[in-house]
C-alpha cells in the first residue's frame, strides 16, 4: 500500500503540476487529486517540493527512454534536426514541457530549487553530447564547435523553447524556428562530413615532408 500510495502520489503531483501550475500544487490540492490524505505527502517525500521533483523524473526517466530511442539510427545533421522536432513535439503533447517550465519559473522566485533542477539538466546535457558526438565527432565541425558546446546550446536553446512555448498559443513561432534549424541542417552537413585519407596518400604525403626537410 505504501508503494502504491507514493505511486499516486507521484502521479497527482504531475497532473497538478501541468494542469494548475506551481502556484497552486499545494499538498492538499495533491492529495486530493490523488484521493489520499494530504499528511501523507509529508509522510511519504518531506514536502511538496520533492514530490513535484520526484514527479519530474518520473516524468524525464520516460522520456529519455523513449528520446534515447527516437536518435538511435540518426547519423546525419539533417536527421537529428528531424528528430529534435519529434522531440519537443512529443514533450510538449505529453506535459513533460509543462512540468519542467513550471518548476524552472517557480526557481526565479525560490533559489532553492535551482541546484535541483540544474542536476536534473546534466543527464540531458550528457544525452545530447553523447548524440552530436557519435554524429559529427571526428568532422571539421566537431573541431568548430565542439558537442559539449554545441550540447550547452540545445540546452539553452531549449529551455528556451519551453518557457516561450506557454505564450506561443497556436505554436506557430516555435515551429518555425525548428523549421529554420531543419533548413540550416543540410549546409552545417557540409561541415560534418567525414573525409576518409586515403593510406597511400598520406604515405606519400608524408615521404615528401621528409624529403622537403
Known amino acids: 500500500m505504501s508503494v502504491e500510495t507514493k505511486e499516486r502520489l507521484i502521479t497527482a ?9 506551481y502556484g497552486k ?21 518531506g514536502g511538496v517540493d520533492p ?44 506535459g513533460h514541457i509543462t512540468l519542467l517550465s513550471e518548476l524552472v519559473a517557480a526557481a526565479v522566485a525560490k533559489p532553492e530549487l535551482r541546484e535541483e533542477i540544474r542536476v536534473r539538466v546534466e543527464p540531458w546535457m550528457a544525452f545530447m553530447e553523447e548524440t552530436l558526438e557519435r554524429v559529427i565527432g571526428g568532422t571539421p565541425l566537431a573541431r568548430l564547435t565542439p558537442p559539449r558546446d554545441l550540447a550547452n546550446a540545445a540546452v539553452v536553446f531549449y529551455l528556451g523553447v519551453n518557457l516561450f512555448t506557454v505564450l506561443d498559443a497556436d505554436r506557430t513561432r516555435t515551429e518555425s524556428v525548428f523549421g529554420m534549424v531543419r533548413r540550416l541542417a543540410p549546409r552545417a552537413g557540409l561541415l560534418a562530413r567525414r573525409v576518409p585519407v ?10 615528401a615532408r621528409r624529403r622537403a626537410g
Open 51 to 94: 514530490l513535484l521533483f520526484a514527479a519530474l523524473d518520473r516524468s524525464s526517466a520516460e522520456r529519455m527512454a523513449r528520446h534515447t530511442a527516437t536518435v538511435a539510427d540518426a547519423r546525419t545533421l539533417e536527421e537529428l534536426a528531424e528528430r529534435a522536432t519529434v522531440i519537443y513535439r512529443d514533450d510538449l503533447e505529453g
Open 13 to 21: 503531483a504531475g497532473t497538478v503540476l501541468r494542469t494548475q501550475g
Open 198 to 207: 586515403r593510406f597511400g596518400r598520406a604515405r606519400g604525403f608524408g615521404r
Open 25 to 45: 500544487a499545494s499538498a492538499r490540492t495533491i492529495a486530493k487529486e490523488a484521493g489520499v490524505n494530504s499528511a501523507l505527502v509529508f509522510y511519504h517525500f
